[in-house]
């Protein structure tokens, strides 16, 4: 796996960077039933592509649009990802880049359909030259963005009753975790780490979203609050334990093997809360950087690991 930076993260989630309970239902990284396939009717339309057939080669070069297409039922019709889309592990991984999208090997996989992230290297108009179909999925800043590209690449790829039943899931789901948060008297504080180098996200993210959903407060907001850092400042550790957080959530476990041990080992740290009360939460890397459905199961982990204090 790359060693994602602050850039990376603002490229692709802008992100963010679950250690999840064995009895977790995680209903939303299985396809619908049903199918919409045989019914849908083309072409379709979204934003400026149309479609005129059903793709059956779909070609991914977004982490989370492969996780996305999976669970509407479109996996059969995908044929290549990129290099990071690990996840379903059944995914077609390829060495494509989605980070250095080259035009000559995409079109080498004759593709009727790209999904891409972002325009790097102009990739869209390469492959809109060479008469290749694209769709992006640029990071998400919302849920809604995330449920809209969903149900988008439900349209394009002929499973729209499915995206539909996925989103539902998404919103019922998370309904469901929010409705069930304790009353506090004062809000739980935290630091969601997306490297040892002490990047972070603050609440204006899509993952501080997700935390200020669970009831949490960020300690970097206010190394942010000009919006300079683009929600990704840097803090320093001399920030993070004055601001003495209750939480410590770990986005690097994977590509940098932090632990709650390393953290406890830093200068200064074993006297923080979080780390005396052995709340350094080990969150999963790609979960936590990605916009697809799975993230239910990390806002999951955020509420339940911020349970098992008392109100």
Same mark, same amino acid.
């Given at each position: 796996m790359l060693r994602r930076t602050p850039r990376f993260f603002a490229a692709t989630l802008a992100v963010a960077a679950l250690a999840l309970g064995a009895c977790a239902e995680k209903?939303?990284? !299985?396809?619908?039933?049903g199918g919409s396939s045989a019914a849908a009717a083309y072409p379709v339309t979204v934003g400026k592509l149309t479609l005129d057939k059903r793709p059956e080669k779909i070609v991914s070069l977004s982490a989370s649009a492969t996780e996305m297409l999976f669970a509407i039922g479109a996996g059969p019709q995908? !044929?290549?990802v990129d290099d990071n889309s690990n996840y379903p592990p059944d995914a077609p991984? !390829?060495? =494509? %880049?989605?980070? %250095?999208?080259?035009?000559?090997?995409?079109a080498g996989k004759s593709p009727d359909l790209v999904v891409l992230s972002d325009d790097r290297n102009k990739i869209v108009e390469q492959l809109t030259t060479l008469k290749i179909p694209v769709y992006l999925t640029p990071a998400a800043t919302t849920l809604d963005d995330s449920y809209r590209q969903i149900t988008e690449l439900g349209t394009l790829t002929g499973h729209a009753d499915e995206a539909a039943?996925? !989103?539902?899931?998404?919103?019922?789901?998370? +309904?469901? =975790?929010?409705?069930?948060l304790p009353q506090r008297a004062e809000k739980l504080t935290y630091y969601h780490e997306l490297g040892p180098e002490l990047y972070? +996200?603050? %609440?204006k993210t899509f993952i501080g979203s997700l935390y200020t959903m669970a009831g949490l407060e960020n300690i970097a907001d206010p190394a942010d609050a000009d919006g300079k850092n683009g929600g990704y400042p840097q803090l320093s550790q001399e920030v993070i334990v004055k601001a003495d957080p209750d939480f410590v959530? =770990?986005?690097?476990?994977?590509?940098?093997?932090?632990? +709650?041990d390393t953290v406890k080992a830093r200068a200064g740290w074993a006297g923080i809360t979080a780390v005396k009360n052995n709340q350094v939460v080990a969150l999963d890397d790609d979960v936590a950087s990605r916009w697809g459905p799975r993230v239910v199961d990390l806002l999951r982990a955020i509420i339940d690991a911020a349970a098992k204090v008392p109100a």
């Open positions: 209903t939303t990284d !299985t396809p619908a039933a995908v !044929t290549a991984k !390829t060495d =494509l %880049s989605g980070f %250095s999208p080259n035009a000559e090997a995409i039943d996925v !989103t539902k899931r998404m919103k019922d789901d998370i +309904a469901k =975790l929010v409705a069930g972070t +996200a603050t %609440s959530f =770990l986005a690097d476990t994977k590509c940098c093997q932090q632990s +709650a």
